[in-house]
């Protein structure tokens, strides 16, 4: 008497059909929104940054916060994967050949084209993208952004422009700073785990490291800075729903950040691979 | 001297133009049976004509039409979640309306993407916002001056003494160098008043201005809003679901109820007012009709 009533297949597929091309839709639709909302506004961050005075102060004070924020951070991350490569390597190589063969190479290269840009990238999403978003995001629901507006400054010109010149300097500041520390923990282990002599570690790196294994990595960052800044401040200028709204977005633009700097990296460095960089 | 037609702004007064005592009696005739610049002798200096908003979810404003005089001191009440400030909002252009004019100065602004048009309008009002929308990252000092940097040219020596003058009118002391974290919501709002009083608008909008205050601060606030427009005669909007205030305050009142203005008169005209909407709100804020 109780019992369910029967599925019929047909409407069961019907059903799911109708639901799914709703539910692909619904998505498309909503990537589409955000992609022409993040068009809007990049034309409007290279409008205001040509067209408007440069708030020189405002700049300096968020490169300043965005390096002093993430330098620490940056330093133990690199110094400690410098040292850990390193080690793996000198280990992997003592099984294989009976002795460390090409540590500082080794070290150098992964640190110079890929560990230091990804991680300081990472570094810096985590703890100053996660900042700009938060600071802006609670400007948007403490109507702090529509207070701009109403005293003469749009948004872009004032908040914007200064964070995104803030990334685009010290991202590529930092990478070179924890490329440098990365290699220098590694020399650590080398000499101290693995009994390099310094001479060995440096002459590896001069030997066959060339200055386009820097560049691959140092150009990367500028890509990375782009996608970290524009991340957090749409995700900032997009909040909605007050101190909730504010963490969301948030964790919204980590995670965000962190995947596309995975995503954008192979992308760059298969064209920087294919023009010989 | 000011011309008080609309018509004639702009136009250098010369001997016998423009007329002392006011257009001809036909165009009088006229203007007074349509709404306009021409109405009466009055200035209208925020026309607003059948302005639509609405959210995903609901139609805020349906079909609204207003004029704001000169040095007039128009209230907007209403129910909490009505829209009253998202009308403001939409006199800013700090929200598009979906259809509608808002003529500002002679300058309609009600569906412009022009930001340059628009920030030229914005700059003739001054805004109190709900919760006062201090920059948190600025000083009390930094937070009045801001106005000061982005919209007048006057040299930053200056600005000790505009910013000390108008702290001063709203009543405080000694509170340049405070953040406002440090600040109580009351000052909040004062320093939020000295800040949009510091570039001297032609108008101010105050969205809910004695929402989450104490009677004392709230009688000071009331008081601040008589004095800035006796003083400075600025053409002032206050957005308000407190009746008591808006009715003590204004020279004319509107209700905002179901997106329309179902009541638009003086006080005390309000007061008699036949209007449902208009009887259950005296009665749900216990107010005497008379």
Not at chain 1, 63 to 92: E, P
Not at chain 2, 12 to 41: D, H, I, N, V
Request: proline fraction near 4%; glycine fraction near 8%; include cysteine.
């Amino acid at each position: 008497m109780f019992g369910r009533r029967p599925i019929h297949l047909r409407s069961y597929v019907y059903f799911m059909k109708h639901r799914f091309t709703e539910y692909v839709g619904r998505e498309f639709m909503s990537l589409a929104e955000t992609m022409g909302t993040v068009a809007l506004m990049l034309k409007s961050v290279v409008f205001w940054l040509f067209r408007s005075k440069f708030e020189v102060r405002e700049a300096a004070k968020q490169s300043v916060k965005i390096g002093v924020d993430s330098l620490v951070v940056t330093a133990l991350t690199s110094f400690f994967t410098g040292m850990v490569i390193s080690l793996q390597t000198g280990q992997s190589s003592k099984n294989l050949f009976n002795e460390p063969l090409y540590i500082g190479t080794m070290v150098a290269f992964s640190m110079l084209k890929e560990l230091g840009p990804v991680l300081t990238s990472i570094v810096v999403a985590g703890r100053a993208g996660a900042v700009v978003t938060a600071e802006i995001g609670t400007m948007k629901v403490t109507e702090q952004i529509d207070a701009l507006y109403t005293l003469g400054t749009n948004p872009t010109r004032y908040l914007l422009v200064p964070r995104y010149i803030a990334f685009m300097i010290t991202l590529p500041l930092l990478t070179v700073f924890a490329d440098f520390i990365g290699i220098l923990g590694g020399c650590i282990v080398g000499v101290v785990k693995l009994g390099i002599p310094v001479s060995v570690f440096m002459e590896d790196i001069y030997t066959r490291i060339e200055v386009a294994d820097f560049m691959h990595g140092f150009i990367k960052t500028f890509f990375f800075a782009f996608m970290i800044a524009t991340v957090s401040c749409y995700k900032g200028l997009n909040t909605k729903g007050g101190a909730e709204g504010v963490g969301k977005s948030t964790t919204e633009a980590v995670v965000t950040s962190m995947v596309l700097v995975m995503v954008l990296d192979y992308f760059i460095s298969a064209t920087l691979v294919s023009v010989g960089i | 001297m000011r011309c008080p037609l609309s018509r004639w702004e702009g136009v250098k007064p010369s001997r016998g133009f423009p007329p002392k005592r006011g257009p001809p009696s036909a165009m009088r005739l006229q203007s007074s049976l349509m709404p306009g610049p021409l109405c009466g002798l009055e200035k209208f200096m925020i026309e607003i004509r059948n302005l639509n908003k609405s959210f995903p979810d609901k139609h805020v404003l349906k079909n609204i039409s207003v004029d704001i005089k000169e040095g007039e001191l128009f209230s907007v009440i209403g129910p909490s979640g009505i829209g009253k400030s998202t009308f403001i909002k939409c006199i800013i252009r700090l929200l598009k309306p979906e259809s509608g004019e808002i003529v500002v100065d002679g300058q309609d602004i009600g569906r412009t993407s022009d930001e340059f048009k628009l920030a030229r309008v914005r700059r003739s009002f001054g805004y109190l916002f709900q919760e006062g929308a201090l920059f948190d990252s600025l000083t009390v000092f930094e937070n009045v001056a801001f106005g000061l940097k982005y919209l007048t040219d006057i040299p930053k020596s200056e600005y000790a003494k505009i910013v000390r003058e108008k702290l001063e009118l709203v009543g405080l002391k000694d509170v340049n160098n405070l953040k406002p974290a440090e600040l109580s919501v009351g000052m909040k709002k004062r320093v939020s008043l000295a800040r949009s009083m510091a570039v001297e608008p032609k108008y101010i909008l105050y969205d809910e201005p004695t929402t989450g205050l104490d009677p004392v601060t709230t009688a000071m606030v009331k008081d601040l809003i008589l004095d800035m427009r006796a003083k400075l005669d600025i053409t002032t909007v206050v957005v308000t679901h407190d009746l008591n205030l808006a009715l003590e305050i204004s020279s004319r009142v509107a209700m905002l109820y179901g997106g329309e203005f179902v009541e638009v008169s003086a006080p005390a005209r309000f007061r008699q007012s036949e209007n449902k909407g208009v009887k259950e709100f005296m009665e749900i804020s216990h107010l005497s009709r008379k």
